[in-house]
């Protein structure tokens, strides 16, 4: 596979963050196939995300959703396919993916509970930054996720809603273009969904990413995504927008559940 290029990044002198009118086109994977023994993880998939968009991802268990997100942040390796971030060729293991401007948050946060919050992204900062002597700061980075005045806490005391917030900023510190979210909802309740996915509207306006969203939780799948994916048995089931996703009966009965229970 092609050769990958850095990606944007954090201005040493100004400490300024990527703005939304950032230029490129986006993620693009073509033909992603996996097979794991007996078993086709992936077949075929292929899906567009341009800069500035959330592209929502779900499916039944065991439907290749995180498989989908391990190939495309080099912890899986492809069979066939490949994986284009504004026009380079991806490929490598995920810290090299990773100077190409691809970050992940997991479904478990898992950030450092030793270290301070600060200390949390400035890890990222160090990890997606090869290039850097030291003069970048992380503070725009505090103030986007809403962390700012907790700066200096342990991320030990952190609850589940403030852990999520250090992963995401410590990920963002690294620089993406694109950033593939695991389930970020999960394990929070009805007001901290909405906080969170606030967040992540702002994150994705502000910094013009590419986002690509796997969630169980539909209807606030709906709400952030311009389009979405219904992956079934590693097979593109449909991509449409999510009113149709959401209307579409054999989504609804096989898929999503009951209408009134989302």
């Given at each position: 596979?092609?050769?990958?290029?850095?990606?944007?990044?954090?201005?040493?002198?100004?400490?300024?963050?990527?703005?939304s009118?950032?230029p490129?086109?986006?993620?693009?994977v073509?033909?992603?196939?996996?097979?794991?023994?007996a078993?086709?993880?992936l077949?075929d998939?292929?899906?567009?995300?341009?800069?500035?968009?959330?592209f929502?991802?779900?499916?039944?268990?065991?439907?290749?959703?995180?498989t989908?997100?391990g190939?495309?942040?080099?912890?899986?390796?492809?069979?066939?396919?490949?994986?284009?971030?504004?026009?380079?060729?991806?490929s490598?293991?995920?810290?090299?993916?990773?100077?190409?401007?691809?970050?992940?948050?997991?479904?478990?946060?898992?950030i450092f509970?030793?270290?301070?919050?600060r200390?949390?992204?400035?890890?990222?900062?160090?990890?997606?930054?090869?290039?850097?002597?030291?003069?970048?700061s992380?503070d725009?980075?505090?103030?986007?996720?809403g962390?700012?005045?907790?700066?200096?806490?342990?991320a030990?005391?952190?609850?589940?809603?403030?852990?999520?917030?250090?992963?995401?900023?410590?990920a963002l510190?690294?620089?993406?273009?694109?950033?593939?979210?695991?389930?970020?909802?999960?394990?929070?309740?009805e007001?901290?969904?909405?906080?969170?996915?606030?967040l992540?509207?702002?994150v994705?306006?502000?910094?013009?990413?590419s986002?690509?969203?796997?969630?169980?939780?539909?209807?606030?799948?709906?709400?952030?995504?311009?389009?979405?994916?219904?992956?079934?048995?590693?097979?593109?089931?449909?991509?449409?927008?999510?009113?149709?996703?959401?209307?579409?009966?054999?989504?609804?009965?096989?898929?999503?559940?009951?209408?009134h229970?989302?």
């Amino acid at each position: 596979m092609g050769e990958v290029t850095t990606g944007t990044t954090l201005d040493a002198d100004s400490a300024t963050l990527p703005r939304s009118d950032a230029p490129g086109q986006g993620l693009a994977v073509r033909g992603l196939s996996v097979r794991f023994g007996a078993v086709q993880a992936l077949s075929d998939v292929s899906f567009d995300v341009p800069p500035g968009k959330i592209f929502g991802v779900a499916g039944p268990n065991g439907a290749g959703k995180s498989t989908l997100i391990g190939v495309c942040t080099g912890h899986v390796r492809p069979d066939r396919g490949t994986i284009e971030l504004d026009g380079q060729r991806l490929s490598g293991r995920p810290h090299a993916l990773c100077h190409a401007g691809v970050a992940r948050m997991f479904q478990v946060p898992q950030i450092f509970s030793s270290m301070t919050v600060r200390e949390n992204v400035e890890t990222g900062l160090i990890f997606g930054r090869a290039w850097s002597d030291g003069s970048a700061s992380v503070d725009p980075i505090l103030d986007l996720t809403g962390l700012a005045d907790r700066a200096s806490d342990a991320a030990s005391g952190l609850d589940l809603l403030a852990r999520k917030r250090v992963m995401l900023a410590a990920a963002l510190a690294t620089g993406p273009r694109v950033l593939f979210m695991d389930e970020p909802l999960g394990g929070l309740n009805e007001a901290e969904i909405d906080a969170f996915s606030s967040l992540i509207r702002r994150v994705r306006a502000e910094l013009a990413l590419s986002v690509v969203l796997v969630e169980h939780k539909i209807r606030a799948l709906a709400q952030l995504s311009q389009r979405i994916m219904i992956l079934d048995f590693g097979k593109t089931l449909r991509i449409d927008t999510p009113d149709k996703i959401l209307s579409d009966p054999e989504i609804i009965t096989l898929y999503l559940g009951k209408k009134h229970e989302y």
